[in-house]
T-cell receptor
Framework: GENVEQHPSTLSVQEGDSAVIKCTYS??????FPWYKQELGKRPQLIIDIRSNVGEKKDQRIAVTLNKTAKHFSLHITETQPEDSAVYFC?????????????FGKGTHLIIQP | DTAVSQTPKYLVTQMGNDKSIKCEQNLGHDTMYWYKQDSKKFLKIMFS???????INETVPNRFSPKSPDKAHLNLHINSLELGDSAVYFCASSQDRWERGEETQYFGPGTRLLVL
């Protein structure tokens, strides 16, 4: 089955700086890669996703890049703000491929220092 | 209106009891899921259910069973609760797990289960 590794487990950056979280996956059949943000005591919320036919996707201060050959993808947050503090999860899946659901990384606790 | 809802929000119970968690989605989605988030925040798929097809993660004990009375609901039944079942359980749904572009999953608010 799919295995997703996520680094770092904790990331502390100064407000206004950029943050980068990296993930690798093992199953070359995976073709959908979402990122979720989870605030304390809340549900995971989708912030951006990318499919395997695209190398990069951007939404305002958030961008995701995907390298299918190397089987890794990254989340980039620019001009970080205090409300960006949360746990971020990457995930991978192969919808329709027989495997079910999303395989998540172990999460990155992002701390924005004022 | 809440797209994916779960009840109860909190559940405290004794070891050995049987309990259920309800999940409803009003998005018209075809596929529903259950995830378990343990104390280390690790999220793991338990089940997915689509059009009467149930896919079970092989690591899930058979004390856990999902039941779907209709397309909008996927309830989770847990028999003979154990201490290790304490976790947050999230329900999720997606439009269609088979169709590219429709696989985005939306999560419910979670049910915090504590087994004493």
């Amino acid at each position: 089955g799919e295995n997703v590794e996520q680094h770092p487990s904790t990331l502390s950056v100064q407000e206004g700086d950029s943050a980068v979280i990296k993930c690798t996956y093992s199953d070359s059949a995976s073709n959908y890669f979402p990122w979720y943000k989870q605030e304390l005591g809340k549900r995971p919320q989708l912030i951006i996703d990318i499919r395997s036919n695209v190398g990069e996707k951007k939404d305002q201060r958030i961008a995701v890049t995907l390298n299918k050959t190397a089987k890794h993808f990254s989340l980039h947050i620019t001009e970080t703000q205090p409300e960006d503090s949360a746990v971020y999860f990457c995930a991978a899946s192969d919808p329709g491929g027989g495997a079910d659901g999303l395989t998540f990384g172990k999460g990155t606790h992002l701390i924005i220092q004022p | 209106d809440t797209a994916v809802s779960q009840t109860p929000k909190y559940l405290v119970t004794q070891m050995g009891n049987d309990k259920s968690i309800k999940c409803e989605q009003n998005l018209g989605h075809d596929t529903m899921y259950w995830y378990k988030q343990d104390s280390k925040k690790f999220l793991k798929i338990m089940f997915s259910y689509n059009n009467k097809e149930l896919i079970i993660n092989e690591t899930v004990p058979n004390r856990f069973s999902p039941k779907s009375p209709d397309k909008a609901h996927l309830n989770l039944h847990i028999n003979s609760l154990e201490l290790g079942d304490s976790a947050v359980y999230f329900c999720a749904s997606s439009q269609d797990r088979w169709e590219r572009g429709e696989e985005t999953q939306y999560f419910g608010p979670g049910t915090r289960l504590l087994v004493l």
